[in-house]
């Protein structure tokens, strides 16, 4: 496997607020389409897996930079079995030889969470340790003139019995079927570099399923398949029990203009809708594009658009592909959003945010062909029904995505054609 990892930030701009206002509008097509999908076939056995953290790079592992600039990282330390804050959690943050960047200590209160100030533009390790919950540390990196917000480091109890068992099931994101054959090295931490040792392998079975006996912890699971784009998620063990329902996809390699999204989601909410627009339809006309499932398909003169996977019973994967591009029509921004179907109508729902296994996994086509992937996970208790989860710009050559600035990214909808953008 290359030597790489994968990276898990949001970022949070020096931006003004954007205020965003559900709508008041009914849409009858809407829900008598949405209705009708539930008897749509949809794979999904078990829960997605954990989600790792909030935005994602894959890349190598680099030397600090002799140029570096200042900005924040903040996080969240997490119970995974319930997803509540761990009070009394020291953090340290590390250089990546171990060594600290930091010499603050800080403390987790009531709310778990934690931030170090003005930290140079670099990679780091997050250590994280507490008296009764097992230690574990996380990778990252701090870009500048901003915050780099880290959602749900895990810490798991400690057990009286130390060894526990994981299990899942890995899943084709394109039709939702099973994988077999697929190879899971296992590394402790959360987005461990694929240079840390490997603590357990395990193999799919022909149904698509894993089961791998760990110590309590949290780790870092790399998988291998045949025809398939490497990928990585992280999971968690208790010790003297099994963990099951913690899930990974994967997809085949994609070509030069193609950019593939899939979200993926735990037990609840049950309906969580992937949102596509694009500044046009693949044509000459440039009206903007809106792809959800009231609208699954188009095929313009240059580009197509297709919500190949669309999940109304809970975990996902629900999947979507843009390709085939002969040369770009707008370099306007596609954007990307998802909303929480189930709580339409609520105007204070955290259901979305607190959904164990929510993220969003890009993969794209770049210079002839690739599987670049970024990973986006939305930060845990956050109040929203919608989430605007990144940008994208197609040059003719290859995509570049960009995660929405925080303050602009949550609001609430209880519409569904009307989810976009401006909210």
């Given at each position: 496997?290359?030597?790489?990892?994968?990276?898990?930030?949001?970022?949070?701009?020096?931006?003004?607020?954007?205020?965003?206002?559900?709508?008041?509008?009914?849409?009858?097509?809407?829900?008598?389409?949405?209705?009708?999908?539930?008897?749509?076939?949809?794979?999904n056995d078990d829960a997605a897996a954990p989600a790792?953290?909030?935005?994602?790079?894959?890349?190598?592992?680099?030397?600090?930079?002799?140029?570096?600039?200042?900005?924040?990282?903040?996080?969240?330390?997490?119970?995974?079995?319930?997803?509540?804050?761990?009070?009394?959690?020291?953090?340290?943050?590390?250089?990546?030889?171990?060594?600290?960047?930091?010499?603050?200590?800080?403390?987790?209160?009531?709310?778990?969470?934690?931030?170090?100030?003005?930290?140079?533009?670099?990679?780091?390790?997050?250590?994280?340790?507490?008296?009764?919950?097992q230690d574990t540390q996380l990778w990252t990196r701090?870009?500048?003139?901003?915050?780099?917000?880290?959602?749900?480091?895990?810490?798991?109890?400690?057990?009286?019995?130390?060894?526990?068992?994981?299990?899942?099931?890995?899943?084709?994101?394109?039709?939702?079927?099973?994988?077999?054959?697929?190879?899971?090295?296992?590394?402790?931490?959360?987005?461990?570099?694929?240079?840390?040792?490997?603590?357990?392998?395990?193999?799919?079975?022909?149904?698509?399923?894993?089961?791998?006996?760990?110590?309590?912890?949290?780790?870092?699971?790399?998988?291998?398949?045949?025809?398939?784009?490497?990928?990585?998620?992280?999971?968690?063990?208790?010790?003297?029990?099994?963990?099951?329902?913690?899930?990974?996809?994967?997809?085949?390699?994609?070509?030069?203009?193609?950019?593939?999204?899939?979200?993926?989601?735990?037990?609840?909410?049950?309906?969580?809708?992937?949102?596509?627009?694009?500044?046009?339809?693949?044509?000459?006309?440039?009206?903007?594009?809106?792809?959800?499932?009231?609208?699954?398909?188009?095929?313009?003169?240059?580009?197509?658009?297709?919500?190949?996977?669309?999940?109304?019973?809970?975990?996902?994967?629900?999947?979507?592909?843009?390709?085939?591009?002969?040369?770009?029509?707008?370099?306007?921004?596609?954007?990307?959003?998802?909303?929480?179907?189930?709580?339409?109508?609520?105007?204070?729902?955290?259901?979305?945010?607190?959904?164990?296994?929510?993220?969003?996994?890009?993969?794209?086509?770049?210079?002839?062909?690739?599987?670049?992937?970024?990973?986006?996970?939305?930060?845990?208790?956050?109040?929203?029904?919608?989430?605007?989860?990144?940008?994208?710009?197609?040059?003719?050559?290859?995509?570049?995505?960009?995660?929405?600035?925080?303050?602009?990214?949550?609001?609430?909808?209880?519409?569904?054609?009307?989810?976009?953008?401006?909210?």
């Amino acid at each position: 496997m290359p030597k790489r990892w994968e990276w898990i930030v949001v970022f949070v701009l020096a931006v003004a607020a954007v205020s965003c206002v559900a709508g008041d509008d009914s849409s009858d097509g809407d829900a008598s389409a949405k209705a009708g999908q539930l008897g749509e076939p949809s794979s999904n056995d078990d829960a997605a897996a954990p989600a790792d953290v909030v935005g994602a790079d894959i890349f190598d592992p680099v030397s600090p930079v002799a140029e570096t600039r200042a900005g924040d990282v903040e996080g969240v330390v997490v119970d995974p079995r319930n997803m509540s804050p761990v009070e009394g959690a020291e953090v340290r943050l590390l250089f990546l030889d171990g060594t600290p960047a930091d010499p603050t200590v800080i403390t987790t209160g009531p709310d778990g969470a934690f931030n170090f100030a003005q930290v140079n533009e670099l990679e780091y390790i997050i250590d994280v340790t507490h008296p009764t919950h097992q230690d574990t540390q996380l990778w990252t990196r701090v870009f500048e003139n901003g915050t780099t917000q880290l959602a749900n480091v895990w810490l798991v109890p400690k057990p009286l019995v130390v060894l526990g068992s994981v299990s899942g099931i890995i899943k084709d994101a394109l039709t939702g079927f099973a994988i077999g054959g697929a190879a899971l090295d296992f590394r402790a931490g959360i987005n461990a570099p694929d240079t840390e040792a490997v603590v357990g392998s395990t193999t799919t079975n022909a149904s698509g399923q894993f089961t791998i006996s760990l110590e309590a912890g949290v780790y870092t699971a790399y998988v291998t398949a045949l025809n398939r784009c490497d990928t990585a998620f992280s999971v968690y063990v208790l010790g003297a029990r099994n963990t099951g329902s913690q899930n990974g996809t994967m997809t085949t390699a994609l070509t030069q203009g193609q950019m593939r999204i899939v979200l993926s989601w735990g037990a609840t909410p049950a309906d969580l809708d992937s949102h596509l627009w694009a500044p046009h339809d693949g044509c000459e006309s440039q009206n903007p594009f809106h792809l959800y499932f009231s609208t699954k398909s188009t095929h313009g003169c240059t580009s197509s658009f297709d919500l190949d996977l669309d999940d109304v019973t809970s975990f996902g994967p629900e999947t979507t592909t843009v390709g085939s591009f002969d040369d770009p029509v707008s370099f306007t921004p596609y954007s990307f959003l998802v909303h929480d179907y189930s709580n339409l109508g609520s105007g204070f729902s955290q259901a979305m945010s607190n959904s164990q296994g929510l993220r969003v996994e890009v993969f794209t086509g770049n210079s002839g062909g690739s599987c670049d992937q970024l990973t986006f996970t939305m930060p845990p208790n956050t109040p929203a029904t919608v989430w605007h989860v990144f940008e994208a710009e197609y040059d003719g050559t290859n995509w570049s995505v960009a995660p929405i600035p925080s303050m602009d990214s949550y609001c609430f909808q209880s519409t569904p054609n009307l989810v976009g953008p401006t909210c």
